[in-house]
């Protein structure tokens, strides 16, 4: 993901997710969905991955990888990687992190030590419908 080609969308919520994925099919392009920095603290891995689910039965058509943001939180980070999230990012210390990838790796998550940068963070956009969302994405994507 770090230096990836593809936008990146911070989510907040399914309905974000979806309106993304949405748009990014009808554009064909790939994404990279992501959460909150430090969301994995807060939301957890078990919302953040049923939220992907989600958003892969609602549009399986549509290309993209996802990562729970779990700041510097090696409990965050290492619950995540146990529940088997798609992604992971954790900023805190190296050493730490190298363990971390390593038990990453050993559960087939992927596992980034940097924040990617947004192309798009749709946090004012909360409670906006899901088609608005998607016409937002979609005008980044386009």
């Known amino acids: ?18 309106g993304a994925v949405r748009a990014a099919a009808s554009a064909k392009r790939a994404i990279v969905l992501a959460s909150a920095s430090d969301a994995g603290g807060y939301v957890g891995p078990g919302w953040f991955g049923a939220l992907v689910t989600a958003a892969r039965q609602a549009v399986p058509e549509a290309r993209f990888c996802a990562f729970l943001d779990c700041g510097d939180s090696v409990g965050a980070a290492l619950a995540a990687i146990r529940a088997e999230v798609e992604g992971v990012i954790f900023t805190g210390r190296a050493d730490v992190a190298r ?12 596992f980034e030590t940097k924040r990617p940068a947004a192309t798009l963070d749709l946090a004012e956009d909360f409670f906006a419908s899901q088609e608005y969302i998607e016409r937002r994405c979609g005008e980044f994507l386009g």
């Open 99 to 110: 363990r971390l990838s390593e038990i990453a790796r050993q559960h087939r998550v992927r």
């Open 1 to 18: 993901m770090v230096g990836s080609p593809d936008p990146v969308i911070i989510i907040h919520s399914l309905t974000q997710a979806i």
